[in-house]
């Protein structure tokens, strides 16, 4: 039964009023950074540009910023602090660094503090849901988006993201909320060195370098949940050491670790359980592309293949996994390809009991596509998705999974509003009632 429509409609009229709305404005070219420290404004509305940092002059601020800007907030830093050395010549950026490690809107922050030659970026994400249609068998524990109509917060994220010449840098994100971990926890806490493009380090706490579709930002997912199959094989984020860097002008990525590998984060792992091993290498030979699943960017031409590798031996169960994705961008148009493997196998003198009976061979495979009808306004998205839990066996494990959605984007992409349709096919057992259409507002700055 669909429930909740006044709201629905509501939103829906707010949203269609905010995009006739928007109208682009061009952008003042930005000052020279003095030595200060400088809170940024929000983005100058339909540019996709932060607004210009303010600078000392005989008019007032007031007077400087247009009618209906933000007022930029500048303090004067101690004449101690000399400015800032001219900037060297930029980096090939790696994309794996900057999608695991790095703010997920780096270059386009709204809020960011500068002192010299230190930085610090603010990152909030909230995430808040409503399920509207919601069929009889739907369950979030078997994997489902929701088990009944109603509202839910899906996130709220407070990340933070530290750097020093460009070298050194600190990245914290916690959740405040999060469905998955079940309340507060502190997801990514990471030390991280960049002396080289080549060359980067990172010890801390981090998504493991598997999978392309599970270390993508949250807030930058084209659906508004990642697929099932990620849900269940991907291992959650580890405490590790990794390598990473970028080759060949940024065609080429890589990253390698060594981590934990289980489930309690911070702390020295029991030594009856061995370490996780990881890597992953990526190819994008037209150049770097842009982080993130949808082409909000309207790039040209882009596409990258990539593959990764984990194994892990903890006290009972010893497991390999690989994974290969292809994903192309081009002028608002993106495509993603994964398919996902691993292998479970009980050890033959387990320190502690298996909960695993036998060996259990796990597949998955999804594509999903996407295309702004409307430039940095209006996207349609489609995914499919086919999972077997065990291949082996003939069970409700067994599915396939087809989910279409609309994303809007409202405020520079700070606002973004997602509609999904998941529709689930059970294909070894009698098909269980589990659609479910639900919507998802998030707000990212």
Known sequence: MLVTRPVIAGFVLLFAGGALAQAPAPAPAPAP????ISVNAPATEGTGQAAPQSQAAPQSQAAMVPAGQPLPVTLDAPKSVSAPAAPASPKAESQVLREIYEHPNKGHEAFRLDWGKSSLSVNLLAQAQIATYVQKDALVDNGDPASAEGFRLRRARVGFYGT????LGISMVVDIKDQESGGTSLSTATLLYKPFSFLNVALGTAPLPFSRGSFSSSSRLQMIERPMSIQRIVPAAQLGLAVMGTLAGGMVDYVTGVYNGQPSRYGFGPLDRGFLYA????VAPLGYMNPGESDYEQSPLRFAIGGDYYYCEDASIQTHAASADVALKWRGLSLLAEVIWDRRKPMDAPVAPSTLPSTTDRLAFYAQAGYFVVPRLLELAARYEWYDD??????????WLLTGGVNIYLLDGYLKAQVNYQHRNERKVPELKNDV???QFQVSL
Do not use: E, K, N
């Open 33 to 36: 950074a003095p030595a200060t």
């Open 164 to 167: 020093y010449r460009d070298v």
């Open 279 to 282: 890597g992953r290498l990526q």
């Open 390 to 399: 065990h291949r082996y066996i003939s069970d409700a494990g067994d599915m």
């Open 437 to 439: 259409l639900f919507i």
